[in-house]
């Protein structure tokens, strides 16, 4: 397998749930990031981890809380959640320094009851 | 004001039309300006790469980059239909935290068969 791969696809869950969403890289790179898209809005950084260790956190709600095991693989773990957390989020990663081209994976639709 | 303006489009042209996609942005400290094409239910790809100012040409694509108006473009020549797709714009200052990448919220072109 090559680039980044994210699972699952698409995920709908109550508020009350706990999930994980992951996401793999096969790409040799060493930073990692997460972002958030909605409609009509920019992508939103939410994390990033250069060698495994979170170097950004863009203010985001406890209720997202990242892990980075290794610099191949990056979760996004998910509890109560709310309705305006429904969103696209996307993985990414990139060779480390500022301003490296990021390589993205398709995504994790996700849909908050 | 925000740091990086795109519209929104819709954009629908004609097969074989060149295709101009804007971006301006307010921070002097962009250095680095990337075009990204993001296909319906997938990822951003990373279309173009640039730095500073001038003109990058790949194929169909032309990036241009005016520091001195803040204002980038990406131009497409001989539009297909398989062009279709929504097109982000992403800058990044490459200086610390204002390394990260500053994403415009993306045109969405239609190309007419």
């Known amino acids: 397998e090559t680039g980044v791969t994210q699972t699952p696809r698409h995920l709908v869950m109550g508020m009350t749930n706990k999930k994980s969403l992951k996401c793999e890289q096969h790409l040799g790179h060493n930073a990692m990031y997460w972002y958030k898209q909605s409609a009509k809005k920019p992508l939103e950084l939410m994390f990033v981890?250069?060698?495994?260790?979170?170097?950004e956190n863009n203010s985001v709600p406890s209720r997202f809380s990242p892990e980075c095991p290794n610099s191949s693989h990056l979760f996004l773990h998910l509890h109560t959640l709310q309705p305006e957390d429904s969103a696209l989020y996307l993985c990414a990663s990139s060779d480390t320094g500022a301003a490296q081209p990021q390589h993205f994976g398709d995504g994790t639709r996700l849909s908050i009851l | 004001q925000k740091e990086v303006e795109q519209d929104p489009g819709p954009l629908s042209v004609p097969e074989g039309a060149i295709v101009s996609l804007n971006c301006t942005y307010s921070?002097?400290?962009?250095?680095?300006f990337m075009w990204y094409r993001q296909y319906s239910r997938k990822g951003p790809e990373l279309l173009m790469y640039?730095?500073?100012?001038g003109n990058k040409e790949d194929g169909r694509f032309t990036a241009q980059v005016d520091k001195s108006s803040k204002y980038i473009s990406l131009f497409i020549r001989d539009s297909q239909p398989s062009d279709s797709a929504t097109y982000l714009c992403?800058?990044?200052?490459?200086?610390?935290?204002?390394?990260?990448?500053?994403f415009g919220k993306g045109t969405k072109l239609s190309v007419k068969p």
């Open positions: 640039t730095y500073s100012s």
């Open positions: 992403a800058m990044s200052a490459a200086i610390g935290s204002q390394g990260n990448l500053i």
């Open positions: 981890y250069n060698f495994k260790e979170q170097t």
């Open positions: 921070n002097s400290a962009f250095q680095y």
